[in-house]
């Protein structure tokens, strides 16, 4: 069973369609990389699966379950984590306070183990953790999103373009940070527009244009498509 | 820059803004120096200015609380919430006629006047709280998505019903409060007299700004509103009910509005369907004062707006040779918002709006 379906998935904003029949798959373990241009409807893709959009047409299951009955606000504690565009770090709270709202729907004892476990992947927040978010940089503030992120114990994690304003070297650690997180057990859907790196992290790629899926492939095979190339990779 | 282009660089509108900032700033030096060296005017004493000072504080106390109740609503669904002034009527109103005036007959109030004042108090906030629960609920939810003007209109609808069900409830005549003759007189704390019931409501209010201030910072509850009035879709994500959250919110702040009632109808004695429009009104702005969205902000705007407002007419009015100046109050609360809208829209302690929305 796939831990992620998303079956015929229409979305409008208004009257504008946005979503326009995506089917997509997204296997226990792997990492899946969704690319496509600006306005392809990558972030209302990972807004429908989050049920902060309904899709009008088709159906979101997670785990074989279909996501329609739930509260979006249900779907972290089922386990489901998203990073939003843009990060969405709390900036008027601390980079601590930021972690816990993570483990918000968490009534455990091991919320403290986990921050523990937050600050040995990224030591940076650890140096900020009285800091408020809104004063950090895009790149700390990408680890507390993703810290944050991680403190609900997600079996999914989706990320929408984790490297957008990012200096290239940092673009290179928040990847490699995302290959130790799924190695540690959790599925990642990654939306991207810098494709070169995300097909060169991902098991399975797809390609979004203009609310469809173009093409879906393994990464490789999607490196290697003359399209991908051109249009995404900027080979000629 | 020589000073000629400076000048010629100011258009007209700016000139005339600094022309009346500095005819403000003069008339309140020039009555406020005519008052105190020229002698004036009605000439007080030392113990008259500390009354000024001490009942102005008191009542700031008051706004203080009732602002908060504006200034969190504002904060998650920037809203300003006109309603607000009716949640404060109905504590005050419903406590005075089902609880109050029973306990007070039976003389359970002079036997017990701690508890009866935590009854009274109780009372009053948990009406308040379900008024404002079921306006947020029936009113201003289901105009979530709507644009911004219609739930202001709505909000002013909401505060004409709940006035009206009140008078229709409880009748139109102004009601007795009882206050217990503990309460009565005076009292003298390092050799400062104060009146004993003013005392009480400045230390109460001041005691409720804390705790609601460490319930925002430190509780669960707290930090979801924070995360809601900051982003309401990434709050979701957290796995936080923004509909609760919200709901919670005007709890609070109608909780905080029904303490102030209780404690402003010990102060003025009686009770009245259309006691929440003034205070409301005044509360609004000291929230605007402070800067709206900000709860330290409430806090200050409300003391600074009872200081001014006691302090002002006797000090610089009067001194302006201004008649029953003590009657214009109201004229200087409303002159002092219309000022902090044109000069310092963002309030004392404020953020810029376009930091917020960003």
């Not at chain 1, 476990?117 to 009285?130: A, C, G, N, Q, S």
């Not at chain 2, 202001?152 to 004409?160: D, E, P, R």
């Not at chain 2, 429009?277 to 806090?299: D, E």
């Amino acid at each position: 069973m796939s831990i992620l379906e998303l079956n015929d998935v229409h979305a409008y904003y208004g009257k504008i369609h946005a979503l326009k029949g995506v089917s997509l798959t997204v296997e226990k373990g792997e990492i899946v990389s969704l690319i496509g241009g600006n306005g392809a409807g990558k972030t209302t893709t990972l807004r429908t699966i989050c049920a902060l959009m309904r899709p009008t047409v088709g159906s979101v299951t997670f785990n074989g379950e279909n996501l329609e009955r739930y509260k979006p606000s249900a779907l972290t504690a089922k386990g489901i984590a998203m990073v939003p565009e843009g990060r969405g770090v709390f900036a008027r709270m601390t980079v601590l306070e930021n972690l816990e709202m993570g483990a918000f729907h968490r009534k455990d004892k091991e919320i403290g183990d986990d921050i523990d476990r937050i600050y040995e992947l990224f030591p940076r927040l650890k140096e900020r953790r009285t800091q408020l978010a809104g004063t950090m940089s895009g790149g700390e503030q990408q680890m507390l999103a993703m810290g944050r992120a991680m403190m609900s114990r997600p079996s999914l994690l989706l990320l929408d373009e984790p490297s957008m304003g990012l200096a290239p070297v940092l673009v290179e650690a928040i990847f490699s940070t995302i290959v130790d997180i799924n190695k540690q057990g959790t599925t990642v859907l990654l939306v991207e527009q810098n494709a070169l790196m995300a097909l060169n992290i991902a098991d399975r790629g797809y390609v979004l244009q203009t609310g469809a899926i173009a093409l879906s492939d393994s990464a490789k095979a999607l490196q290697q498509n003359e399209m991908v190339q051109k249009v995404y990779l900027g080979i000629e | 820059m020589t000073l000629t282009q400076r000048l010629r660089g100011i258009d007209w509108i700016s000139a005339a803004l600094w022309v009346f900032r500095a005819v403000i700033i003069i008339l309140v030096i020039v009555g406020t120096v005519r008052k105190l060296f020229l002698g004036v005017g009605t000439q007080y004493t030392t113990q008259d200015w500390l009354d000024f000072i001490s009942s102005g504080l008191s009542q700031g106390g008051l706004y203080a609380l009732i602002a908060l109740g504006y200034t969190m609503v504002y904060g998650v669904l920037f809203m300003i919430n006109f309603a607000h002034g009716e949640f404060f009527m109905s504590g005050a109103l419903t406590s005075t006629m089902l609880v109050a005036s029973t306990l007070s007959r039976s003389g359970f109030m002079n036997e017990q006047p701690i508890i009866y004042l935590v009854i009274v108090t109780v009372a009053a906030v948990l009406t308040s709280m379900a008024v404002a629960l079921l306006t947020e609920r029936v009113a201003y939810r289901p105009l979530r998505r709507a644009p911004r003007l219609v739930p202001l209109i709505t909000a002013i609808g909401a505060s004409f019903f709940w006035q009206y069900f009140f008078r229709g409830l409880f009748g139109s005549e102004i009601k007795p409060f009882p206050v217990p003759a503990i309460l009565e007189g005076w009292i003298t704390i390092a050799g400062i007299t104060f009146l004993k019931v003013r005392f009480v409501t400045l230390v109460a209010s001041l005691i409720a700004l804390i705790l609601l201030y460490l319930f925002i910072m430190k509780t669960k509850t707290g930090k979801a509103i924070r995360a809601v009035a900051e982003d309401k879709d990434v709050a979701t994500l957290m796995g936080i009910d923004v509909d609760r959250t919200i709901a919670m919110t005007f709890a609070v702040g109608a909780g905080m509005a029904g303490i102030a009632a209780i404690l402003w109808a010990l102060v003025f004695r009686q009770a009245h369907f259309y006691m929440g429009f003034v205070p409301g009104i005044k509360a609004f702005t000291a929230a605007v004062l402070g800067g709206i969205g900000s709860i330290p902000g409430a806090a200050l705007g409300g003391l600074f707006l009872g200081l001014i407002e006691a302090v002002g007419p006797p000090l610089f009015l009067e001194g302006l040779g201004i008649p029953a100046a003590h009657q214009l109050k109201d004229v200087t609360a409303f002159t002092l918002l219309v000022l902090i809208l044109i000069f310092r829209p963002q309030g004392i302690i404020g953020e810029r709006l376009a930091e917020k929305k960003a």
